[in-house]
């Protein structure tokens, strides 16, 4: 873990977010209203569009990424997923966002990277990390939801790979509580005014705390030798 904190203090090894706050806003209201308004058959290009400019801006440890899904793609899986989603008459609808995640996952990559990227966890395992998001917002009456939140994106991100490289999050509830209220307190002060800087504020929060956790090298010695790799 000193390893790993002690590169990062390095600005090249640092991960930010340099979207702009208006553009942010304006293309996940873009991505809403046109999914509503097109009866959500502009969905899959709409999506593709706002993970290529989120992509474009995010940095990890210091290496860009890009999303090089294609609308038409996603659009033929949502076909299939809408369908299967009739037919068990609705039961499939818990895997939707899973698989969203997984596809996206799969076509993110770092700019000269190379490498697999996948986004990998089965579908008990992902209802069990549900329950318990959920049991942490309720059975503190909300309270604990900023906790709740740093559970779910460390899980989220520790299932998931870039070019060969497993993510991490080191993102505390209570440095997230904080910011919540900082936030609601400048919203406050602003008259609503600073409402409009809110999504990219918490996105860049987000990824500042994500890093690479270990790298995944696909040899003789399999996976498993890879998880022993770590830089911590």
């Not at 299932?159 to 997230?176: P, Q, R, S």
Request: glycine share 8%; proline share 1%; charged share 15%.
């Amino acid at each position: 873990m000193k390893k790993r904190n002690n590169l990062l203090k390095n600005s090249a090894m640092r991960s930010y977010f340099t979207g702009n706050a208006a553009t942010y806003l304006l293309l996940l209201i873009a991505v809403y209203l046109g999914t509503v308004f097109s009866l959500f058959i502009a969905y899959p290009w709409l999506v593709c569009a706002f993970y290529r400019w989120e992509a474009k801006y995010t940095y990890i440890n210091g290496k860009q990424t890009y999303f090089d899904g294609k609308g038409s793609d996603l659009f033929k899986k949502y076909i299939k997923w809408l369908l299967l989603t009739i037919v068990t008459l609705t039961i499939y609808k818990i895997c939707l966002t899973k698989n969203v995640i997984m596809w996206k996952a799969a076509h993110t990559h770092y700019i000269g990277g190379s490498g697999t990227s996948h986004y990998n966890c089965g579908i008990i395992e992902k209802l069990l990390m549900l329950v318990k998001y959920y049991a942490i917002i309720i059975c503190t009456l909300t309270i604990g939801s900023s906790w709740a939140y740093c559970y779910k994106t460390k899980w989220t991100l520790n299932h998931t790979v870039i070019d060969g490289k497993a993510l991490d999050f080191c993102g505390k509830g209570l440095n997230f509580f904080g910011k919540i209220w900082l936030t609601i307190l400048l919203v406050i002060v602003t008259c609503g005014i600073y409402l409009l800087w809110v999504p990219t504020v918490f996105k860049r929060w987000e990824v500042e705390h994500t890093d690479v956790k270990y790298e995944i090298h696909f040899g003789t010695q399999g996976y498993g030798a890879a998880q022993n790799n770590k830089t911590d």
